[in-house]
């Protein structure tokens, strides 16, 4: 199971990174294995203002429909236009082409909160257990 | 003792049982009815319905005869599966046997040609099994009121928490969150954002049921109600249910108890006495009418006192003579949840089943459908492990190990039992079980069936080891194989289109 170095994780297995203020995010090889073949992804609008650990989108898979939330609070400046047509691609290159939203970040404290690499390794281990 | 029979999968090859479209055994200016007086009769129509609603020509519209037609469903039919055909433990569906007898009662001319419009004083036998149908099912829940309006669970669901809504509204109050176990039904987050609340999730961590501590963490002042399952999806009873109620009315929220697994409780515990403020029930799971494609559902809903004022109109009443009335008086209503009286025809069926079992026979339902559920448990235990340790209600939610082992997932154990001539149970729910598969087989099962599935189960698990294309190719007897269920949900096609072929 693939976990770069450099990014944050949430508990919720979103990734985000960042770059002067703003973050993408997406959600980690760990949640697109664990949904199983996504056929269908639903994103909030460019414009739209998301809140750190609510639901913002929704990922279906051929096994379950799950809410993907927020990782941190901020304004949607851009979303993957290629994922409606072709949800294969979160399964496929989940940290990169697979990426959700872009935000600009209303509170640099929501990052703190988030997990690095070896504490989100830690919670993948203990769920796989 | 009769020996044990074993399950054998069926061996028939597939290929001559495929059925084309009726599109592709459509001939141009073939007819299955032709309308008296021909092209008179057909302009005579068109004057009568209008010709703006006349379609001039319907392209692709299948042209066949009418034994072709009577042929062509019938052997569709054939292909079906079906509880009325084959064992069906589809967990948190209760897919009981429909008894031939609600039918019959549903048939009778006097129910089944009522006119939705016709007046009060002119059905008086309907409004009567209607107040008796809410009657008994107060007594089984405990609670105070019945409504019998919404047509399917999530109906039910949507009507009760528009009545917390409107209770707390009446009292000056907003509240604005909804407490759900993730344990829960997709339905209830659904039915919460509908009625206008956000969900705040309830983890019920590993061992399959809720805490009244953890709940008792999430309340605060903008917490409307919590929403649980009881038994719960784990086929779990909430042993601290109780307890969570009294917090919950504490803080002013309110217990929304989802009835979907009531078919473990009857005669045996009430949600009433749990401190249910509101319970929606499913006459298609626990009271035996037709579930899935032979619908309509029934969702009834019950109350206690307190939001009894807030029910749906119109009300079935009793006047003081003894007959009945509509009223559609009631200020304080959530309004009309949809078209006359809910789906009638299901509580004529309903009624009839409560009647044939008796208050006795219903408790007995939900003692069988419990030993049924352990016993398929006890049995599975070596090869397919109960998720919890927890005792075990009305279904059992297996888990297995093959994945790791050898690559072979819960959706080809499915399909594999297709070939077996059983229905697969419920797979990948709940969420919190991975790989699940939630076997619910009813009351209405005998043992030689519950050994067949058995035995159906314990060979898919060693084929697993020992033959795992069998099962990864599954199914290899229905007509049609392993379908690509990620490219139909991906590019759905949802229209037959002469372009096409």
């Known amino acids: ?81 290629d994922l409606p047509e072709s949800p294969e691609i979160v399964n496929e290159d989940p940290y990169g082409d697979g990426w959700l939203v872009k935000v600009r970040i209303s509170d640099a404290d929501d990052l703190e909160d988030l997990l690095d690499k070896e504490e989100y390794e830690q919670l993948v281990s203990k769920e796989r257990e | 003792m009769a020996a044990v029979e074993k399950c054998e999968p069926r061996t028939e090859s ?4 495929t059925e084309p479209l009726i599109f592709e055994e459509s001939v141009p200016g073939r007819r299955g009815v032709d309308v008296a007086g021909g092209a008179q009769s057909i302009a005579r129509a068109r004057d009568l319905i209008g010709s703006e609603l006349c379609r001039a020509d319907l392209p692709g519209f299948p042209e066949v005869s009418e034994p072709q037609a009577l042929r062509h469903f019938l052997r569709l039919s054939q292909l079906n599966f079906g509880q009325a055909l084959q064992f069906y433990p589809l967990g948190s569906c209760t897919m009981k046997y429909n008894p031939v007898l609600n039918d019959e009662m549903a048939a009778l001319p006097g129910f089944a040609n009522l006119h939705p419009f016709t007046p009060p004083d002119l059905a008086q036998g309907a409004l009567a099994l209607i107040a008796r149908l809410e009657a008994i099912l107060a007594e089984l829940t405990g609670m105070d009121a019945v409504s019998l309006h919404p047509a399917a669970g999530a109906q039910g669901e949507l009507t009760g928490l528009l009545m917390i809504r409107a209770w707390h509204d009446r009292q000056g109050r907003r509240r604005h969150k909804v407490i759900i176990p993730d344990t829960a039904h997709g339905t209830n ?32 002042d903008d917490v409307a109600a919590l929403m649980v399952t009881n038994p719960n999806t784990e086929g779990i009873f909430e042993p601290e249910i109780s307890a969570i109620a009294a917090a919950l009315h504490q803080c002013g929220a309110q217990l929304y108890l989802d009835g979907a697994n009531l078919n473990a409780l009857l005669g045996v515990a009430k949600p009433g006495d749990m401190g249910a403020d509101v319970v929606q029930l499913n006459l298609h799971k626990t009271f035996s009418t037709p579930h899935g494609g032979g619908g309509p559902g029934a969702g009834p809903v019950a109350v206690r006192n307190h939001l009894a004022p807030f029910l749906p109109v119109p009300r079935v009443v009793q006047r003081a003579d003894g007959s009945f009335e509509l009223d559609h008086n009631r200020p304080d209503s959530i309004g009309r949840l949809r078209s006359f009286h809910g789906n009638f025809g299901m509580m004529v069926r309903a009624y009839a089943y409560m009647l044939a079992m008796g208050g006795d026979g219903l408790a007995l339902a939900s003692r069988v459908a419990i030993l049924n559920a352990n016993y398929v448990r006890r049995r599975l235990a070596n090869r397919f492990p109960n998720a919890s340790a927890e005792p075990t209600l009305h279904e059992c939610v297996l888990t297995h190990d093959l994945e790791k082992r050898t690559g072979i ?51 898919i ?41």
């Open chain 1, 1 to 81: 199971m693939e976990i770069p170095p450099g990014l944050k994780y949430s508990k919720e297995h979103e990734w985000v990174a960042t770059e002067g203020g703003v973050a993408t995010i997406g959600i980690t090889d760990h949640a697109q294995d664990q949904l199983g073949e996504i056929v269908y992804i639903e994103l909030p609008s460019v414009g739209d203002k998301i809140s750190k650990d609510d639901p913002f989108g929704v990922v279906e898979s051929v096994k379950a429909v799950s809410d993907i939330y927020a990782p941190v609070s901020g304004t949607v400046i851009e979303i993957n236009e």
């Open chain 2, 14 to 17: 597939s290929g001559s049982r």
């Open chain 2, 189 to 220: 987050p659904a039915s919460c954002t509908l009625a206008g609340f956000s969900v705040v999730v309830a983890h019920s961590e590993r061992r399959g049921y809720l805490k009244e501590a953890d709940v008792r963490r999430l309340l605060n």
């Open chain 2, 409 to 459: 997932s819960t959706i080809d154990i499915a399909k594999r039992l297709l070939d077996f001539g059983i229905h697969p149970p419920t797979i990948y729910f709940p969420l919190t079980v991975p790989g699940a598969l939630m076997i619910e087989p009813t009351e209405t099962e005998d043992r030689a069936t519950l050994d067949r599935f058995v035995s159906a189960m314990e060979q």
């Open chain 2, 461 to 501: 698990y060693d084929e697993a080891l020992s033959a795992p294309e069998i099962v990864k190719g599954a199914p290899h007897t229905l007509a049609l194989g392993r379908v690509d269920e990620v490219k139909a949900a991906r590019h759905p096609i949802l229209r037959w289109n002469p372009a096409r072929t």
